[in-house]
C-alpha cells in the first residue's frame, strides 16, 4: 500500500514557484519527522528539506536555502507542504518520505534511511 501521496509537481518557468504537498495515512506516523528528497536525471536521490515532528525545527539542503519552505500542521495525519522559488537546476522528481512511529523517531532529517515510507513522487520540470 502507498502510505505518502505526493501532489503539485508541473511545469513551470524559471522564477515562478509552486508548492508541492505530500498527504499521509493517518495514524501511522504519530508525528515523526519527514522530509522530501529529489532525484534529477542522472543523479542519486539528494536530500531536499526535512521538518520534525511537531513543525519546530527545519533542515535544508544549501542548495535550496532561502528558495525552500518545508511546513506540516501537527494532526496525526500530517500534511507535507513545501514552497519553491524554482531555477532550471530544480528539476527533478520529488519524493516525500516519513518513518513509521514503531520504528523510532528519526534523528538526522537530512539521512535517507532515517525513513523507510516513500511516496511515488512528483515531477517537477522548470524552464529558462
Known amino acids: 500500500q502507498v502510505q505518502l501521496v505526493e501532489s503539485g509537481g508541473r511545469l513551470v518557468q524559471a522564477g515562478d514557484s509552486l508548492t508541492l504537498t505530500c498527504v499521509t495515512r493517518?495514524?501511522?506516523?504519530?508525528?515523526?519527522?519527514m522530509g522530501w528528497f529529489r532525484q534529477a536525471p542522472g543523479k542519486g536521490r539528494d536530500f531536499v528539506a526535512g521538518i520534525d515532528g511537531q513543525g519546530r525545527r527545519t533542515t535544508y539542503a544549501d542548495a535550496v536555502k532561502g528558495r525552500f519552505t518545508i511546513s506540516r500542521n501537527n494532526a496525526e495525519n500530517p500534511l507535507y507542504l513545501q514552497r519553491i522559488s524554482l531555477r532550471p537546476e530544480d528539476t527533478a522528481v520529488y519524493y516525500c518520505?516519513?518513518?513509521?512511529?514503531?520504528?523510532?523517531?528519526?534523528?538526522?532529517?537530512?539521512?535517507?534511511?532515517?525513513?523507510?515510507?516513500w511516496g511515488r513522487g512528483t515531477q517537477v520540470t522548470v524552464s529558462s
Open positions: 518520505a516519513a518513518r513509521r512511529s514503531s520504528l523510532g523517531t528519526v534523528h538526522i532529517l537530512s539521512q535517507a534511511n532515517q525513513y523507510n515510507d
Open positions: 493517518g495514524g501511522i506516523y504519530s508525528d515523526n519527522a
